[in-house]
């Protein structure tokens, strides 16, 4: 049995690298997009590998093995996190990239773009691949009327 983290207990996250492209949260159910972006005019597929290797040991370890990482341990535990994606017979039956995914736009949206409740509405059409920041310390958004913020 996994130990829960203290309510007080608050891990590091990756920086943000996924761009919110379309975002309604006012339909039933809500819908967000993102997308890693281009740079220099071309899809950043290497990037978002790099980001979801980054994410890998909250995805696949325990609250304990992330807890005791450190020096002494930490490519070992990264290698038996990224064996736990890859070996599980899950694995050969649905997406665990999908579900990393999964994981990281749940984990990385501020709260005020995953509640229904949020005012926050952008446009259903995609920005040029060209309107994409190559380096950004925040995520943008879309205002309604389709310019970045």
Not at 1 to 19: D, G, R, V, W
Not at 102 to 125: C, F, G, M, V
């Amino acid at each position: 049995m996994t130990p829960t983290p203290p309510a007080q207990f608050h891990e590091p996250i990756p920086p943000p690298f996924l761009y919110v492209r379309v975002q309604d949260l006012n339909l039933t159910p809500t819908i967000t997009a993102l997308c890693a972006g281009y740079e220099g005019g071309e899809w950043r597929a290497k990037a978002l590998a790099d980001h979801m290797m980054e994410w890998l040991p909250e995805f696949a370890l325990n609250y304990t093995e992330r807890k005791n990482c450190g020096h002494h341990n930490s490519v070992r535990l990264l290698r038996e996190a990224a064996q736990r994606v890859y070996k599980t017979e899950k694995f050969q039956k649905r997406g665990e990239f999908g579900e990393l995914l999964l994981h990281i736009a749940a984990r990385s949206l501020p709260p005020s773009q995953r509640s229904a409740k949020s005012t926050t509405k952008t446009p259903t059409t995609t920005p040029s691949k060209d309107s994409t920041p190559s380096t950004s310390s925040q995520r943008p958004t879309l205002s309604n009327s389709g310019s970045a913020k």
